[in-house]
Each structure stands twice: as C-alpha cells, then as structure tokens.
C-alpha cells in the first residue's frame, strides 16, 4: 500500500510526528512517502494571508494523512489553506491529526480536527482516523504512539 504523509509544520514538532508515523508504517511494510506544505507570511496571529510556496499533489496514493498544527485555536492558515485549494481527490483511506501547543483538545485541538474533516470532505476524502498531541503534556509521548498504532491499524491493517 503507497501511503503519504502530508505535514504542515511550523516549529518542527508535527513534522517529528509525522516521520515517528513514517517510520511505523513503513517497518509495517508499507511504501511511505512524506511531504511538506510550507508557507511564507505564516504568522499566525496576524491577519496576512499565507502564501504556499510548496503544495504537494496528494494524488498517486491509496491512503492519505494529514497532519497540521494548531494556531489561534484553529487549523493553522497554511493548512487549511492547501486543503481548500485541492482538487476533488480518489483515495480509499485517510486519517488526519494536529499538534497544539496547549494541554486540553477542547483549546484548539478540537476545532482543528473538525475544520480539517470538513475541508477534506469537500474534497471526496473521508477521514476514518483523527488524533490530538497536546506537545505541551506530559503524555505527549504516549499520545504520539497511540497516533501511529490507531493509525498504522487503519492505512496497513496491522496494529
């Protein structure tokens, strides 16, 4: 199965979670390739416009993730503005999981799964996985793990 891996990332920390989950899913035998969206003008308090200077073709996969952090309490811009602009996309499966800096989902993590189902669904994908890693806890860690295995489960059938 051909998974990718697309990842927002500001500060580097959804992007460490992201190559954990790589690496999960391809020691499960599955073909993982990892891609970044990056933006200038990501200040996310500001009200500018990000503009995506790299946006990668989700097409070509059998399963897709997502995975974005958590700004002003939302999906970050960036993200949010690369999935609005995909087109209509065929894929089998799809999960999609944030990184907030905050340790309670309900502060952002939340509101960010939800935005980002619904900009997926817009696009034909249905997201069967979602995952919150609160970066600021304790339990980040364990959070992270259970991402990969819930995940890992769904896209290669393998726990």
Do not use: H
């Amino acid at each position: 199965m051909k998974i990718g891996i697309i990842v927002y990332s500001q500060t580097g920390n959804t992007l460490s979670a992201a190559e954990k989950l790589k690496a999960a899913l391809t020691a499960k035998g599955c073909d993982v390739e990892l891609q970044r969206v990056v933006a200038t003008g990501g200040d996310p308090g500001a009200r500018a416009f990000d503009t995506l200077v790299q946006s990668p073709d989700p097409n070509g996969y059998d399963a897709l993730v997502f995975a974005s952090p958590v700004q002003a309490f939302t999906l970050a811009r960036a993200t949010a503005l690369y999935l609005a602009q995909l087109p209509e996309i065929k894929t089998g499966k799809a999960c999609c999981f944030v990184t907030q800096g905050l340790k309670k989902p309900w502060l952002g993590g939340s509101k960010a799964i939800r935005k980002m189902r619904a900009l997926l669904l817009e696009k034909g994908i249905k997201v069967s996985e979602t995952g919150i890693v609160n970066w600021s806890g304790d339990k980040r860690e364990a959070q992270v793990d259970e991402i990969v295995s819930r995940f890992a489960k769904a896209l290669c059938g393998k726990a």
